[in-house]
Structures are given as C-alpha cells and as structure tokens.
C-alpha cells in the first residue's frame, strides 16, 4: 500500500472519523475503501460511499446474510455523512453560502487556490482545493470549494485543473507555471499571481473595490465598458495582473 493512501488531509480526517464511528481500524477501513474505489482516497471518492456500499465492507464474505459487524444502521448512516463532509470535527474546510445565478447583478466568480481554510496559499498544479467565490461591488460569498486532486489522475493534470474553473473569470494563486497559466488562460479563466499568500477574502476585497470602475482588463471580464487606463494605470490591481 501506498505511505500516502489519502490524497489530501481532510479525506484522511474523514476517513478516521468513520472509522472510529464504525468501530473498526483505519487501516482496515482504508483496506476496504481502496479495495472498491482504488487509491488514492480522495475527497470526491468518498463522497461516492454509500450505506449499501459500507454493510458490504463491514459484513466481508458474509454480506449476503446482511450482518453489519456491530454497526448499527444510524452509524452507518453517520460515517455516510461524514465521508460526504458533514460534521467532521477538525475540518478546515469553510462553510458555503447557499447562491442562485442571477441573485448578484454585475458579479463575477473567483477561484482561489487553497490548502488550508479560506487561505490563498496554493500553487496551481499542487493546490489541495479551489474556493469558488461570487463576488460583486458591495457583496461576496463562497459558493463552493473544489477539490483538485481528483484531477491529478488524468492524463493532463493541469488541463483538468483547468477545466475546473472553467465558470470562473479569475483564478488567484501564489504560483502557476507557464504552460499551466495557458490551459488556464485558454480555459477563459484571468489568473492573477500573489506570491506571498494570504487571506482569500482580503485579496478579493481588494478586487472587490475595482469592481465599481474597472480597468480594463476587468472590465473585459466583466463586459462593461472601462475606466480610464491614466487612473488606473498605477494601481496595485495593474500590478497584480502584469505579474500573472
């Protein structure tokens, strides 16, 4: 077995969690789940983890007799969620605001490179998660988190990474590649460089404030008309995107 048979720290916490809800080892449990859904363990797996599938795993040769090894139904239904990410005790993933298109006039959606939280603190190609952020002039919200190792196993990572945010307008990462930034720029994603990490709400605050008069390469993702290059030419958000 692989020495890193989960691809990410919260499949690891799920998975330990379940284990200790099902009453059997994690090692034994990492066994099972491999076994059906191969390694390595990712979130996106997980998420596929039904209760049939976990009465079969625990029962072993003797699933045809519907025995559970000890775990009744309601914990079966529990791990079931856990691996889903309710409830996980420990977990840094940020909670997602509920968002119907169209509720935000004159917004667009940001991705955030991620490892930790809501932290802007990832490289492209190796990043744990995408935050997904609807962002308009006076309101923002994280409407989903992506996972991206899932998208290490295809043929072209960066391509899959990619076509992750395909959705999105602007991607925010502390480092990309030359080749990567293609397929993301080819993707119709803007990427925008932060080399020093930090929270992804202040770095899209920032953007935030630029929504109202746009320079104009925002204002092309956005598809409104521009504001003066003059203005705007010595702002920190030029800069930002001559460094992309």
Same mark, same amino acid.
């Given at each position: ?5 989960? !691809?990410?720290? %919260? ?6 969690? !379940? ?5 059997? @080892? ?16 990712? *979130? ?12 079969? $795993? ?5 699933? =045809? ?28 993933? +940020?909670?997602?605001? +509920?968002?119907?298109?169209? *509720?935000? +006039? ?5 991705? /955030?490179?991620?490892?930790?939280? %809501? ?5 492209? @190609? ?11 002039? &006076? ?37 990309? @590649? @030359? ?5 993301? /720029? ?10 020093? =990490? #930090?929270?992804?709400? *202040? ?18 993702? $956005?598809?409104?008309? !521009? ?10 958000? &030029? #800069? ?5």
């Amino acid at each position: 077995m692989p020495e890193t048979p989960t !691809a990410s720290r %919260e499949a690891a916490l799920r998975i330990a969690h !379940a284990a200790r809800l099902l009453a059997v @080892g994690v090692k034994a449990l990492v066994t099972a789940l491999a076994e059906r859904h191969a390694l390595p363990l990712t *979130e996106a797996k997980l998420n596929l983890v039904t209760v049939d599938d976990l009465r079969e $795993m625990l029962a072993g040769g003797h699933a =045809g007799e519907n025995r559970t090894a000890g775990a009744p139904l309601e914990n079966l239904k529990a791990a079931v969620k856990l691996f889903k990410g309710e409830n996980v005790a420990g977990s840094d993933l +940020p909670p997602v605001e +509920p968002y119907a298109d169209g *509720e935000m +006039p004159r917004s667009i959606r940001v991705a /955030v490179a991620s490892n930790h939280g %809501e932290e802007l603190d990832g490289h492209f @190609g190796s990043c744990e998660r995408f935050l997904i952020y609807q962002v308009a002039p &006076a309101a923002m919200k994280l409407i989903a988190v992506r996972g991206a190792l899932d998208a290490d196993e295809a043929e072209d990572k960066n391509a899959a990474r990619a076509a992750l945010l395909a959705d999105c307008q602007i991607l925010y990462l502390q480092s990309i @590649g @030359g080749p990567a930034a293609a397929k993301v /720029v080819r993707a119709g994603v803007h990427p925008v460089k932060y080399p020093k =990490g #930090g929270s992804a709400r *202040e770095a899209i605050a920032r953007l935030q404030r630029h929504l109202h008069q746009p320079p104009p390469w925002l204002a092309r993702i $956005m598809g409104v008309p !521009a504001a003066s290059l003059q203005k705007y030419g010595k702002s920190a958000l &030029a #800069g930002e995107e001559a460094s992309a």
